[in-house]
C-alpha cells in the first residue's frame, strides 16, 4: 500500500507562501490552488517557465505573482525554453561563474492545450533527451485563456465553445480524453504523477518524492475551472473533490514506468460531479441523456477494474 513519507498532517505543510494573492487569474480557479500548493515544496529557488495560456495573467508586466524567475513563451516551445535554461544554467556552473548552490529548479507550466497538443513534441523532446527539469500542467480541459474551446483533453460530452450539442451531437463532444499520463510513461520519465489540490497532502507528498529524482518530473493537476466548467467559483473546492471521489480523475503515481494508485476511492455515481457543471446540463435538461451518462459511468467502471 502506497504510503506518505513526508507530509502526514496538513500542518505539516509549510505556511510560507511563494506564489502571492492578487491576482489576474478567475476567481476559484482550481489550477491556481494547485500550483501553489506545489509551489510550498519547490520554493522560490526557482525559474518558471510559462507557455501561453491562462497562468500568462499571473505575470503581466511589470507585475508578477512570484517570487522565483519567470519566462515566457509560445504554447509549443516552454519545453525547449526549459532546456535552453537548463543548459546555461549547467555552462555557467562549469566555468565556475555561478555556485553550484546557486542552481535553480527549471519548471514548466503549461496548460492542457498546451501540453495535449501544441508542446507534445517539444515535451517528448524533452523527455527523450532526460531533461532534468519539472513539468505542471493544470489541466481545465479545454483551450481556456481563447475562450473554452475543445482541446484534446476535452473529456466526452462536455460542452464547450466549439463542441456545442445539437441535433447532430446531443451530447456535444463526442471525442474522449487523450491519455497524456500513458503518453508520458511511455517515455520512462523517472517519476510521473497526478495530483488535485482537494488531496493537499498527496500532493504536497508527490513533490517531495520527485525531487530525488534527476531527469523529467511530470505532473499532472487538476484545474477545475468555473469559467469554463460553468459553475460558481465557491463550487470550485467541491467539484474537484467529486472529481476524485467519482472516479474521473485517479490520483497515482508512476516511478521509472512502475504506476501505483495513491488513493482508491470509494467512487460515487459520475452524476454527483456531472450536475454541478453547466457544461455537462445538457445531459440532464430538458431531458435526460442516460446512454450518455451509462458510457461515462461505463468508462470509469472499466478503468478501475483494469487499476485495481
Not at 102 to 111: A, Q
Not at 244 to 250: F, I, M, Q, R, Y
Request: one cysteine or more; hydrophobic letters at 40%; charged letters at 20%.
Amino acid at each position: 500500500m502506497w504510503q506518505r513519507e513526508t507530509f502526514k498532517k496538513i500542518k505539516q505543510i509549510p505556511r510560507e507562501e511563494h506564489v502571492l494573492p492578487g491576482t489576474a487569474l478567475c476567481a476559484g480557479c482550481g489550477g491556481l490552488e494547485a500550483l501553489r500548493l506545489a509551489a510550498k515544496v519547490l520554493g522560490d529557488h526557482v525559474v518558471y517557465v510559462n507557455a501561453a495560456g491562462c497562468f500568462t495573467m499571473l505575470a503581466a508586466y511589470p507585475y508578477t505573482s512570484f517570487k522565483g524567475s519567470w519566462l515566457y513563451t509560445t504554447m509549443g516551445s516552454a519545453p525547449a525554453g526549459a532546456q535552453g535554461i537548463r543548459d546555461a544554467l549547467d555552462v555557467l556552473i562549469g566555468k565556475g561563474r555561478l555556485p553550484k548552490d546557486e542552481d535553480v529548479k527549471v519548471i514548466v507550466l503549461g496548460g492542457d492545450g498546451s501540453t495535449y497538443d501544441m508542446a507534445l513534441s517539444s515535451t517528448s523532446g524533452a523527455m527523450n533527451r532526460k531533461l532534468d527539469f519539472y513539468y505542471i500542467c493544470y489541466d481545465n480541459e479545454a483551450y481556456g485563456n481563447t475562450g473554452m474551446q475543445l482541446s484534446p483533453a476535452t473529456p466526452f460530452a462536455a460542452r464547450t465553445a466549439t463542441s456545442p450539442c445539437g441535433l447532430q451531437h446531443p451530447a456535444a463532444t463526442i471525442q474522449e480524453k487523450k491519455d497524456i499520463f500513458e503518453i508520458w510513461r511511455a517515455h520512462r520519465p523517472p517519476y510521473i504523477a497526478t495530483v488535485a489540490p482537494r488531496y493537499p497532502l498527496d500532493l504536497e507528498e508527490k513533490f517531495a518524492r520527485a525531487a530525488a529524482f534527476t531527469g523529467p518530473k511530470m505532473f499532472l493537476a487538476l484545474a477545475a475551472c468555473p469559467t469554463g466548467w460553468l459553475y460558481d467559483p465557491g463550487a470550485t473546492p467541491e467539484v474537484a473533490k467529486l472529481a476524485v471521489e467519482t472516479g474521473l480523475w485517479p490520483l497515482k503515481e508512476a516511478i521509472n514506468g512502475v504506476v501505483t494508485h495513491t488513493y482508491i476511492p470509494r467512487r460515487k455515481p459520475v452524476e454527483a460531479y456531472l450536475q454541478l457543471q453547466g457544461r455537462f446540463r445538457h445531459l440532464f435538461e430538458p431531458t435526460v441523456q442516460a446512454d450518455a451518462i451509462r458510457h461515462i459511468q461505463e468508462q470509469v467502471d472499466a478503468y478501475w477494474r483494469l487499476a485495481t
